[in-house]
């Protein structure tokens, strides 16, 4: 345990910096485990609406896709936005490829 002030403050920023991070990191993988079950399954429908955000008729969010979930990862500062860009192009060419094949 640290003794130093500093130290416990920094312990404390740590911990609380920690539990936002893992919650935003666990919305993602649920996400990305989602698309990927689709894509595996070959259901480029279920595949699209898990990737993009769900709207309803008065253009509100219902629930955020794996392309915003990323968007946020990267507002926040968890991952790079390099990273992020890379993470959505790998994931929409998934969804040309199976595209492809179903054509």
Known sequence: ????????????????KNARNSHFKALYREARVAFEK???????KAAKEVYFS???????????GLQSI?????????IH???GSRKKSHFV???KEL?????
């Open 38 to 44: 689709a894509i595996k399954a070959g259901d480029l």
């Open 54 to 64: 769900k709207s309803d008729k008065d253009g509100k969010n219902i629930k955020s």
């Open 99 to 103: 595209d492809t094949k179903k054509a």
């Open 93 to 95: 060419k998934m969804m």
């Open 81 to 83: 936005l390099n990273n």
């Open 1 to 16: 345990m640290p003794i130093i002030k500093s130290a416990k403050k920094q312990l404390r920023q740590n911990v609380k």
């Open 70 to 78: 990323i968007d946020k990862l990267i507002k926040k500062n968890i």
